[in-house]
């Protein structure tokens, strides 16, 4: 990971603004994200535009256009093979939790868990095929994918740029924060279905008061 991160960082021009491209784009369409981070090869975009080695807008647009692109890929590739890639020898490499995790989200949420999963790490690298899986539809899922693209990438290029020399620190901050999101979604998650639970088995007495037969019967009772 070191060497990749010092590889980045030596390059400039249009080599940098490839490289800030590929990494996002990888991320979702091969699951690359689950050995590096996008976020932090746009982080570092970030770093290289406050060095001067290659334009602010440059390095947000090579952001977006690799985050689009790739979740668009991830999205179409979880729709015709998803279910395939994850029974195959290399889907046991993906953690069933961070599976059934954005399956809930997504089924709950739709198009605004495409958005906020951009955000989450344990996430980022799965919602979109699973969204294909799922059988979103592809005009909900392009509009979220978009805005979500979009956000991520100027919401990271810039926190690189803000930080410069101490990019190290804000990477590691948006790391711990990924997780957290997710933390905080299965969380939610449980209560939600645990509430539901509980309000489902508080309404079934009632249920049966109100039930024809148990009416009669009680009528019953009395008269007798």
Do not use: C
Request: charged content about 15%; cysteine-free; proline content about 3%.
């Amino acid at each position: 990971m070191s060497f990749v991160t010092n590889t980045l960082l030596s390059l400039h021009g249009v080599v940098a603004l490839v490289a800030i491209f590929i990494f996002p784009a990888l991320e979702s369409s091969v699951f690359l994200g689950f050995v590096f981070p996008g976020e932090t090869a746009v982080l570092l975009g970030g770093v290289l535009a406050y060095e001067h080695r290659i334009p602010l807008a440059a390095a947000m647009v090579a952001a977006m256009a690799g985050a689009i692109i790739g979740d668009t890929v991830g999205y179409w590739v979880g729709r015709e093979f998803g279910r395939r890639i994850l029974d195959s020898r290399s889907g046991r490499l993906i953690k069933k939790e961070h599976v059934r995790t954005a399956e809930d989200f997504i089924a709950r949420r739709g198009g605004f868990g495409v958005f906020l999963g951009r955000f989450a790490a344990a996430l980022r690298a799965i919602v979109p095929g699973l969204a294909g899986m799922s059988g979103m539809r592809y005009r909900t899922f392009v509009i979220f994918n978009i805005l979500g693209g979009v956000a991520w990438a100027v919401t990271f290029t810039m926190a690189g740029y803000l930080a410069g020399a101490s990019f190290r620190t804000v990477e590691s901050v948006a790391g711990k924060a990924g997780y957290a999101l997710a933390a905080v979604l299965v969380l939610g998650i449980v209560a939600v279905v645990l509430f539901k639970r509980r309000r489902s088995a508080g309404a079934q007495p009632a249920l049966a008061a109100d039930d024809p037969a148990t009416i009669i019967e009680a009528n019953r009772t009395e008269e007798a």
